[in-house]
């Protein structure tokens, strides 16, 4: 068990910019989460994966932002055009799909629009 | 929904003190309450966990919670610090049935020596 890991760890881009953050779960977990946390505050829920299909998405997830998750493997979050207000740490989890609940958490992706 | 508030968004501790966090939760339904901490440029690790089983629940690093329903609280709560608590701390709830969690604002725990 090695882990959910996150690439890349940081990036920085300008204004208007496509970026794309990858997320690998923990090998035997088939659901999989995205949330985005801004400087002072708790995660905020973006969207969830169940194997392959996306189940629920947030208000918070605009048009310009897209995750995937081909095969129910690893998922990308894709941001298009992005802006300022973009700028955070986007945090991927991943969990078993019996009755815990236990998600376990990435070490993120700090994204700085500049 | 579901929802949490953290009392207190900084609390500071000496070595070997008491360490108290607060928190408190609104569901509808019987939630499963989790701790988590976040040390500087990381991602969350999970602390402890309620799941209508015991209502004192211990987890790692020597932390404890209680779940108290008729007070819809779950403080977090470790006897003695250590340097190495200092950390954000971060309470979320989720209902049962929906997947997703709802964090709380966080507290920042600093140990002095």
């Known amino acids: 068990d090695t882990g959910v890991s996150q690439d890349p760890r940081h990036k920085i881009t300008k204004r208007g910019q496509n970026v794309t953050f990858r997320c690998d779960p923990i090998s035997e977990h088939n659901r999989l989460y995205w949330y985005r946390q801004t400087l002072g505050q708790g995660p905020e829920f973006l969207t969830y994966f169940q194997n392959e299909a996306q189940l629920e998405k947030s208000r918070l997830l605009s048009d310009r932002f897209s995750a995937e998750r081909p095969k129910g493997s690893f998922s990308t979050l894709e941001i298009q055009r992005t802006e300022q207000g973009d700028s955070a740490m986007y945090l991927c989890?991943?969990?078993?799909?019996?009755?815990?609940?236990?998600?376990?958490f990435g070490p993120g992706t700090r994204l700085t629009v500049t | 929904a579901q929802s949490v508030t953290q009392l207190g968004s900084h609390v500071s501790v000496s070595e070997g003190a008491l360490v108290l966090l607060r928190c408190n939760y609104s569901?509808?339904?019987?939630?499963?309450l989790f701790w988590y901490v976040q040390y500087p440029n990381q991602g969350l690790q999970l602390l402890l966990k309620?799941?209508?089983?015991?209502?004192l629940v211990k987890g790692i690093n020597g932390f404890e919670a209680e779940f108290k329903k008729s007070e819809t609280s779950f403080h977090l709560t470790k006897p003695s610090a250590h340097m190495s608590d200092a950390a954000e701390y971060f309470c979320a709830v989720s209902a049962a049935g929906d997947y997703k969690l709802s964090f709380g604002a966080g507290t920042t725990v600093t140990v002095r020596a």
């Open positions: 309620y799941t209508s089983a015991a209502t």
């Open positions: 989890a991943s969990s078993l799909d019996t009755g815990r609940y236990e998600q376990y």
């Open positions: 569901s509808s339904v019987p939630p499963y």
